[in-house]
């Protein structure tokens, strides 16, 4: 497939910017890496993805730039989390694409350890929710949670989505087997 063609003509295009309250979400830029060398200090971040534990300044631009490419692989959409005022990237998030043809789509997101508590999270996530409903074929998104991480079921709550069940040892996630909260909004929530 040529380069400058998506894998999947059926998605929308990468937004430049979505707003989302005290936060924009956007492509990733190379100036990102601070971000995501704090992300990959965290104990349990890198654990959830492809970002490095303890990634040095170069591996965290590696990862930087495979967030760029997600579109294009048509594994979906990764944006930066960043301040709405100074463009400072804070977090990231995802919204991944692999279940379309059954109408499902996921997301996932962190935040790093400075900027947790200002909800920053909930924010972003709502925001990603609203761009999901422009993905055609998608009904519902779902979003999985481990039962200690009060912060992140709050994050759902927040944005909308309903806790739905109890993944028993859905996932290995650190070399273990995990339970999961399931969490889902579907089109026409609201």
Sequence with gaps: MPADQPARPDLPPVPERLPAGPVV??????????????????????????????????????????????????????FAVA????????????????????????????????????????????????????VPGAHRVELRVEPWNAASIRTAERAGYRREGLLRSHQEIGGRRRDLLLFATVRGDG
């Design 25 to 78: 979400l956007r492509p990733f830029r190379d100036g990102d890496v601070a971000m995501a060398v704090e992300l990959a200090r965290d104990p349990y971040v890198p654990l959830t993805g492809s970002l490095p534990a303890h990634a040095d300044a170069e591996q965290a631009l590696a990862w930087v730039r495979r967030q760029r490419g997600r579109w294009a692989e048509g594994v979906g959409y990764a």
């Design 83 to 134: 301040d709405r005022d100074s463009d400072e990237a804070l977090g990231q998030i995802g919204l991944w694409v692999r279940d379309l043809d059954q109408g499902r789509l996921s997301v996932g997101y962190a935040v790093a350890a400075s900027a947790r508590g200002r909800g920053v999270a909930a924010a972003a996530l709502t925001a990603l929710t609203s761009f999901a409903w422009t």
